[in-house]
């Protein structure tokens, strides 16, 4: 058994909003306004952005938004998504001591966008309530990073968690694994 196994990926795409949600996310809310006919918006609008249907949205919805209550929502929504996600993949409560993240965007559209830009915060909190590791912080989460690709066909958000053992997966070994990681990435998507 190598590395390879020990390698937790935690995706975000459309299908996992619909199920969280309860709702078609692509009919902008058609579905949920017809049984909620009162409603001003659906729920988890925050996160149903257009061309990025359950991706993790964009730093900007958060930093944007002037009003206190409304930034915890949308910290609140995403932290219950990152929550469902987990517990719909089947993913256990690993409680690494040490580790890498890595949050991979798979675009839709090669639109300008930029890599820092995605809100993995309230992923990463939900995740640390959720006891995949101790903490967050940098004496647990040793490294972090954020990468992009086009992928028209199958858009979502990956979040890729790369434990650290020691004595066996060392930082040093573990942070070379998630460097050819990336560039197997870009090679792969280079090429369509």
Known sequence: ????????????????????????????????????????????????????????????????????RIQNEIKQHIGDYTTYCLKRQNIPSAYFDEFIVLCVQYKPTRANSDNDNTWVKSSLD?????????????????????????DKNDPRTEIVIFPIFRGEYEFDYVIRYAAEYVAKLEKQYEEI
């Not at 996992?16 to 009919?27: A, C, I, N, Q």
């Not at 640390?128 to 086009?150: G, P």
């Open 1 to 68: 058994m190598g590395y390879e196994q020990e390698i937790i990926k935690v995706r975000f795409d459309k299908q996992m909003l619909k199920e969280f949600s309860g709702y078609d996310v692509e009919d902008d809310g058609e579905s949920y306004y017809k049984a909620h006919p009162r409603a001003k918006k659906p729920p988890y609008d925050n996160i149903w952005k257009k061309n990025r249907y359950g991706l993790l949205p964009s730093t900007n919805t958060f930093i944007n938004c002037h009003d206190r």
């Open 126 to 150: 939900a995740m640390t309530k959720y006891d995949m590791w101790e903490d967050d912080n940098y004496l647990h989460m040793r490294f972090y990073q954020s990468f992009s690709v086009v």
